[in-house]
């Protein structure tokens, strides 16, 4: 078995859709309810948006790649990654960073709180499998940081 432990608080990077009002209101609710208990990188406030970056005068590939940086390289200095997977099929970009946190080997935490699906048999086993925890709630995540648990990750046991 092995033990993860952090000489310093531990980071997550939140990974969400934050297209519209509603989205980010719902990310920084999860932000500030995890924020006594771990660091977290929140994409639309620290990694930046790209529409505001295009309306404030930055080129539209610089602001791409700058957004993109940023992101990757919090992801790589993430403990854990939290993804939100709700809507009928999971946001491209949340995909994405999971995948690559999971390729990371961090530990990867879904949260789903509502139960559309595309298909029949659930959300993509890409997405699914990635996750080494599924949570249905905001409190089950906090949970999670505030009280560590083991969680099977790729063969090994991870304590967090």
Do not use: W
Not at 14 to 36: K, Q, T, V, W
Not at 44 to 51: I, K, N, S
Not at 140 to 153: C, K, L, T, W
């Amino acid at each position: 078995m092995r033990k993860i432990e952090f000489a310093r608080k531990p980071r997550a990077y939140l990974a969400a859709p934050l297209f519209n009002d509603m989205e980010r209101d719902f990310n920084a609710r999860i932000e500030s309810s995890m924020a006594p208990l771990i660091d977290v990188f929140l994409p639309q406030r620290d990694g930046g948006l790209l529409t505001k970056l295009v309306a404030s005068g930055m080129p539209l590939e610089e602001a791409r790649q700058n957004v993109f940086k940023k992101d990757i390289d919090a992801i790589a200095s993430s403990d854990v990654l939290i993804a939100v997977l709700d809507g009928r099929t999971v946001d491209e970009g949340v995909s994405f960073e999971l995948g690559y946190a999971y390729a990371l080997g961090k530990l990867c935490i879904g949260l789903k709180t509502d139960d559309r699906v595309l298909l029949v048999t659930g959300d993509n086993p890409m997405v699914i499998c990635s996750c080494h925890l599924i949570v249905s709630s905001i409190d089950e995540i906090v949970d999670v940081i505030r009280s560590p648990r083991e969680i099977a990750a790729s063969g090994n046991r991870l304590a967090f």
